[in-house]
């Protein structure tokens, strides 16, 4: 299961231990969101507290809104449509569900669509796994039958045999989820992941993903905030090594075997979640998402 050396990106910085501070820090913005009154809140994710030093809530959140501004309302925004998209998807006909970088991610144990119908594998690195399932068992009493955790590192470890041992099958559709992950990836670990999905998935299958995007458009101050931002996730182990190239996602994921794309760029989330009272919150919006529909093959 393991890469040759030739196919690392030395670029990566395979030295990483423990578990992720941004998924620790992604959490956060979602539990400081789900604390806001229900006209006020964006996204809803009574868990996330769980995941985090509630005494060092407002330090991780207020740090965030100083230095970047705008991302924590990002990342919420991209919590909400995740959540609409995925549960739209196991109303209509999903059987799995693959969540990549799995973080803290709690979707497997609060969407109500998904019990007796989807199972759920969650994949990350050893380290944040280990304690995600520690944090389960304490909330739950124990870890969920319907829920498969696949230890991995994209970036050394062939992932489809790793998912394939624990049980997915690859005729079922299934929807791919990569929320806040692409850009941590080096572009051959990428394709080996568009490409395990093309060639091992059923009917309708799909891959719902965010992006940061490539252009000569962005605004100066945007493009500092994104590179103080890589800069700051590298120092803890986890670089930002892709944007989408500036052909754009279309030409991108047709390349690899995908087609009916449905893409969501910065104006869209704003009109859709930032309305009415949350209209005058700071929001990045150098960033995209995606949702793309395996090809007939």
Known sequence: MERSERDRDPARNHSRSGPSRTAK???????????????????????????????????????????????????VARARHFDEVITL?????????????????????????FTGRVRVFELDHPDTQQVKKEKI??????????VVYVPVDFETQDFG???????????????????????????????????????????????L????????????????????????TARHGEPILFSMPKEGPGAFLRARGFSRLRIVPGNDYRRLYFNRKKEGRELLTTSSFVYAVVGDR
């Open 25 to 75: 820090r992604v959490a956060a913005f979602r539990a400081a969101e789900s604390m806001l009154p229900q006209d006020l809140r964006v996204c809803y994710d009574p868990y996330a507290i769980r995941f985090i030093d509630p005494d060092r809530l407002d330090e991780l959140t207020e740090y965030t809104d100083n230095h970047f501004p705008g991302l924590r309302n990002y990342v």
């Open 89 to 113: 998807a196991a109303k209509t006909g999903l059987l799995q569900l693959v969540i990549l970088g799995a973080g803290y991610d709690t979707r497997a144990y609060r969407i109500k669509e």
């Open 137 to 146: 068992r304490e909330i739950f009493g124990g870890l969920p039958e319907d």
């Open 161 to 207: 045999s790793l998912l394939l041992e624990s049980g997915y099958s690859p005729e079922k559709k299934t929807l791919f989820v990569m929320e806040g992950v692409i850009m941590y990836l080096t572009p051959p670990a990428i394709d080996a992941i568009l490409s395990f999905v093309v060639n091992n998935s059923g009917k309708n299958s799909a891959v």
């Open 209 to 232: 993903f965010d992006y940061p995007e490539e252009t000569g458009d962005t605004d100066s101050s945007s493009r500092e905030m994104r590179e103080d931002l890589g800069k700051h």
